[in-house]
C-alpha cells in the first residue's frame, strides 16, 4: 500500500477507493432487485399497464401487471410514459439493470458537463466525497429508489448549458420536456426573463404555451387517462409531509403541528401555506436583489451564477421535496465552497454538508430536535447554501477563478 502511495499518491488511492465504494454499490443494488429501485418498479409496471391500453394510473391494474405490491403510484404527466415504453421492450430483470447502467453513464456525462461548462474544476476527491454524501446522500437515494430524478438533472443542466450559450429556443425545449414528467421544472422558464434575447418574454410564453399544448393534446386523446392523472396529483400524495416530503411547506406543517400538540388545540389549516407563500416570496425577492446588485460585478459569469441561484430557489420554494430532489443543488453547493477555498470556516461548512444523520440522537433525549432538524437537514443545508449566494458582505466572490466569458452562439 505505501508504494502504491508513493507511485500513484494519496489522492489516486481515494479516487480508487471511491470507485470501489461505488462498484459495490450498484452491484448490492442490482443483486436485491426486490428491494431497490422501487420507483422503477412502478414506472416500468405502468408502462407495461399502458401498452395493455389499461389505465396506467389505476392502482389495481398497476398490482395486478406486476404480480406483487407496488407501494407508489404513476404521478408523471401522460406523455411521459412514452419514456418508460422503451424498457419494456425487455423483462424487468434485464430493464433494471439497464437501468442502472444508465444511469451510471448518465452519472459521468453530467461530471463532464459541469467540468466542461460549468467550470466545475478538477475532479479532485473532495469532489467525490461531496458527490457521493453531500445534502444527505442526495445521489445515493436516486440510485436506491430508481427514480427519475438524474435522468431530469442530466436534461436540466444540458438546458442550462445551452442558457449559458445563448441557445434560449433550445434551453426552452428541454425545459418543457423535462417537465413532461414532474412539471415543476417549468420554474425554470423564468431564466428567460433575464436572457439577453429581443422577445424574451414572448419566448418564455410560448415554450410555456407549448407545454400546456402538449397537456391539452393528451386531454383530447384519452379525457378519462388525464382525469385519473388529475385524480393521482391532487390525491392524498399531494399531501404528503415529514420524512416523505423534505420541502419547506412541510417543514412548517411539521412545526405548526408540533405546536398545536404543546398548545392542545388545533392551529388554522391554511397557516402553514399562509407562512410558506410569505417565506417562499422573501426568499424569491432576496434572491433577486442579490442577482441585480452583484451581475454587473460577475461580468462573463453573471449568466452562470443566475443558474446556480436559481437552482437553489427552486429547491427552497417547491412545494414537493424528496430526498433525491437535492441532487439539483449539489454543483450549487459545490461551487459555493470551492470559491471559498481560502475562508478559515471552509472545512466546518464541508462537513456540514457531507454529514450523515445520527440515528442516535434520540437515544440522548433529544428526539424533538431530531425531528425538526435531521428530518430537515438537506433542507437547512440548502438554505445555508442560499446564504452563501445572497449574503454580504462575506458571499460568493465576484468572479470564479480563471473565468472567461462563454461563447456566444445564437
Given at each position: 500500500m505505501g508504494n502504491f502511495i508513493n507511485k500513484y499518491g494519496f489522492k489516486a488511492l481515494l479516487a480508487l477507493a471511491f470507485a470501489a465504494y461505488l462498484a459495490a454499490s450498484l452491484l448490492t443494488i442490482h443483486k436485491y432487485g426486490n428491494v431497490y429501485q422501487w420507483d422503477f418498479k412502478k414506472d416500468y409496471y405502468a408502462a407495461r399497464v399502458q401498452a395493455e391500453g389499461l389505465d396506467f394510473y389505476d392502482a389495481p391494474y398497476l398490482r395486478h401487471m406486476a404480480g406483487s405490491p407496488v407501494e407508489q403510484f404513476y404521478i408523471y404527466t401522460p406523455p411521459s410514459i412514452w419514456f418508460y415504453r422503451l424498457f419494456t421492450l425487455f423483462s424487468f430483470k434485464n430493464a433494471y439493470t439497464l437501468v442502472l447502467i444508465l444511469k451510471l453513464l448518465t452519472l459521468l456525462g453530467l461530471v463532464l458537463l459541469w467540468q466542461k461548462e460549468f467550470r466545475l474544476g478538477p475532479l479532485d476527491p473532495g469532489f467525490f466525497i461531496f458527490l457521493f454524501f453531500a445534502f444527505h446522500y442526495a445521489l445515493t437515494a436516486d440510485f436506491l429508489s430508481g427514480n427519475f430524478a438524474l435522468f431530469e438533472q442530466a436534461g436540466l443542466w444540458a438546458a442550462f448549458a445551452f442558457f449559458l450559450r445563448k441557445r434560449y429556443i433550445l434551453f426552452s425545449l428541454l425545459i418543457v420536456l423535462v417537465s413532461l414528467f414532474k412539471i415543476l421544472p417549468l420554474f425554470f422558464l423564468v431564466l428567460l426573463l433575464f436572457s439577453k434575447a429581443r422577445r424574451r418574454f414572448l419566448l418564455a410564453a410560448s415554450a410555456g404555451a407549448s407545454f400546456l399544448l402538449v397537456q391539452g393534446l393528451s386531454y383530447l386523446l384519452n379525457p378519462g387517462l388525464y382525469r385519473s392523472f388529475l385524480h393521482t396529483l391532487t390525491g392524498p400524495g399531494s399531501n404528503e409531509w415529514g420524512n416523505r416530503n423534505?420541502?419547506?411547506?412541510?417543514?412548517?406543517?411539521?412545526?405548526?403541528?408540533?405546536?398545536?400538540?404543546?398548545?392542545?388545540?388545533?392551529?388554522?389549516?391554511?397557516?402553514?401555506?399562509?407562512?410558506?407563500?410569505a417565506a417562499a416570496l422573501a426568499i424569491v425577492l432576496i434572491s433577486l436583489r442579490a442577482y441585480l446588485r452583484r451581475r454587473a460585478a460577475w461580468g462573463a459569469d453573471a449568466d452562470r451564477m443566475l443558474v446556480f441561484l436559481a437552482c437553489l430557489?427552486?429547491?427552497?420554494?417547491?412545494?414537493?421535496?424528496?430526498?433525491?430532489s437535492y441532487l439539483i443543488v449539489l454543483l450549487p453547493g459545490y461551487v459555493a465552497l470551492r470559491t471559498r477555498a481560502r475562508d478559515k470556516g471552509i472545512v466546518f461548512l464541508f462537513l456540514l454538508l457531507i454529514l450523515d444523520t445520527p440515528d442516535s440522537i434520540s437515544a440522548l433525549g433529544l428526539r424533538p430536535v431530531a425531528e425538526y432538524f435531521w428530518t430537515y437537514y438537506p433542507l437547512f443545508l440548502t438554505g445555508l447554501t442560499w446564504i452563501l449566494y445572497v449574503g454580504k458582505p462575506r458571499g460568493i466572490p465576484d468572479a470564479f477563478p480563471d473565468s472567461s466569458p462563454a461563447p456566444d452562439r445564437r
Open positions: 423534505l420541502s419547506l411547506v412541510s417543514f412548517l406543517k411539521t412545526v405548526l403541528d408540533r405546536m398545536a400538540g404543546v398548545i392542545g388545540r388545533p392551529l388554522p389549516a391554511a397557516l402553514a401555506q399562509i407562512l410558506f407563500a430557489v427552486f429547491c427552497l420554494i417547491s412545494p414537493r421535496t424528496k430526498d433525491y
